[in-house]
């Protein structure tokens, strides 16, 4: 007993201690984050600046994606995997991954003008940042204009009023508000084309199992499930994987 007291009267002088003197924390340092001049006059300016560069970054991606070959090559990826019916197998991070890198493939040439005519030229301070974003839009108005259809350009050119029958020339005269949508759609059509070409193979094997599984008697038996192996066998023995990619790639050679 003695012991147990002897420890807590210790234990109660330790934070007797402890409480009268108090700990003096670090001081929290003082953090001043200003772009532009610090006149009040330009706080409102800088205020709509910052405003605007986040909001533009946070729907930049959007516009990456539309801008690109991305749209085609995640779709028909996409119709890949549902034709096989191999529920999610490649998974989604699997076929984003290989769409991303094969639109940086198709798209090196265009991001490489990019950074020679605008980028460096921007960093190096002899373009001006209005300068350098009309610079950088023109590869990719290139390689829309390239990959749009004439009667996808036409429907958005003349909703906004100019009467064309046509499809121009050049495309320096089309602004980003038309070219964007129309090569979107025009990406979607072509990317459901080569869906459905890519399933017709897949569908006559699932008729020929379902017929077949039928006319044995076996109609309690998933036709799913004999099929699915086949399928796969087929996909394997043709290099599927080897012909999508092919096809993609010529695909964007016009």
């Known amino acids: 007993m003695k012991k147990k007291l002897i420890l807590s ?17 670090d001081p929290i340092p ?18 709509i600046s910052i405003l605007l560069l ?13 801008m690109t070959s991305f749209t085609r090559i995640v779709i028909v990826l996409g119709f890949v995997r549902t034709s ?36 460096q030229p921007y960093m190096k301070g002899t373009l001006t940042q209005s300068e350098a974003l009309n610079k950088a839009q023109e590869p990719i108005k290139e390689f829309m204009f390239k990959q749009t259809n004439t009667k996808d350009l036409l429907l958005f050119m003349n909703y906004t009023g100019n009467n064309a029958t046509v499809k121009p020339a050049s495309y320096n005269d089309i602004p980003l508000t038309v070219m964007v949508p129309a090569f979107a759609i025009g990406e979607m ?3 459901f084309t080569m869906g459905f070409m890519i399933f017709i193979p897949f569908l006559i094997i699932d008729i020929v199992v379902s017929s077949t599984l039928m006319a044995m008697g076996m109609m309690m038996l998933p ?4 099929s699915l192996p086949f399928k796969i066998m087929l ?12 096809s993609l790639l010529l695909s964007f050679n016009t």
């Open 30 to 47: 003082n953090i001043n984050i200003s772009v532009g001049d610090n006149d009040a006059s330009s706080g409102g300016t800088s205020s």
């Open 189 to 191: 059509k072509k990317a």
């Open 223 to 226: 036709p799913v499930m004999i």
């Open 235 to 246: 996909f394997v023995l043709v290099d599927g994987w080897y012909l999508v990619v092919k």
């Open 84 to 119: 096989l019916g191999t529920q999610q197998m490649p998974p989604n991070q699997v076929l984003v991954g290989l769409a991303l890198f094969l639109t940086l493939f198709i798209m090196s040439p265009t991001l490489a003008t990019v950074n020679e005519t605008a980028l």
């Open 9 to 25: 009267f210790m234990l109660l002088g330790i934070f007797s201690v402890l409480l009268l003197h108090p700990v003096h924390a």
């Open 54 to 66: 986040v909001t533009v970054l946070s729907i930049a991606p959007s516009f990456l994606v539309l």
